[in-house]
């Protein structure tokens, strides 16, 4: 965590040395048990913030893992923007009463809903994480950003946060949902299905 932090505390605040950005990783500081927020206070590295952090950083880096699939060309530039934006999502995270997402996010992600969802049947039956590679680790990803939801909502109960970071994440988990479908589609597939009483005895 302390990698992250420190390279968002330096680009919020407008360092532009690019050789000392993250010239030390093993700071030595955290072996305490805190880390660093982008405000130069410190707290524990089980802190909710810290949770929330993290959350949405593990999210990133499956989106990565998403990333080396085949994918449509206009896909994978959406969801390199995404990237960025949960990069910047971080970064309010990490500085407390600092605001980086805003609406314009939010309602790119329901664009991106509405797109996708067009080109989708109808869903009648609940569907399994299944189908293809890259269907499979859009359901992680939709697992892992259900949770940084509630990470957020969790650290909005006890600090004070804008709601656009939660509204986001609750808006990209259900895109994710949807590029589920999307990518067992692009792989020649369909959704595979949840069978009522397959497992009865």
Known sequence: M??????????????????????KIATRTGDDGT???????????????VQAMGDVD???????VLLCEQLPDDLRQELITIQHDLFDLGGELCIPGFTMIQEAHVLRLDELLAKYNATLPP??????????????????????CRRAERSIVSLGKAE??????????????DLLFV???????????????WEKGRNKV
């Open 160 to 173: 004070a946060l804008n709601p656009q970071p939660r509204q986001f994440v609750n808006r990209l988990s």
């Open 35 to 49: 880390t660093g927020l982008g405000d130069g206070s410190r707290t524990d590295k089980d802190a909710l913030r």
């Open 123 to 144: 869903l009648s039956e609940f569907i399994l994480p299944g189908g293809s590679r890259a269907a499979s680790q859009a359901h992680i990803c939709r697992t892992v």
């Open 58 to 64: 593990e999210l990133n880096s499956h989106i990565g």
């Open 2 to 23: 302390r990698d992250f932090t420190y390279a968002l505390t330096i680009e919020l605040s407008n360092f532009t040395a690019m050789g000392h950005r993250l010239s």
């Open 179 to 193: 590029l589920s479908r999307v990518l067992n589609r692009f792989a020649g597939g369909s959704d595979v299905l």
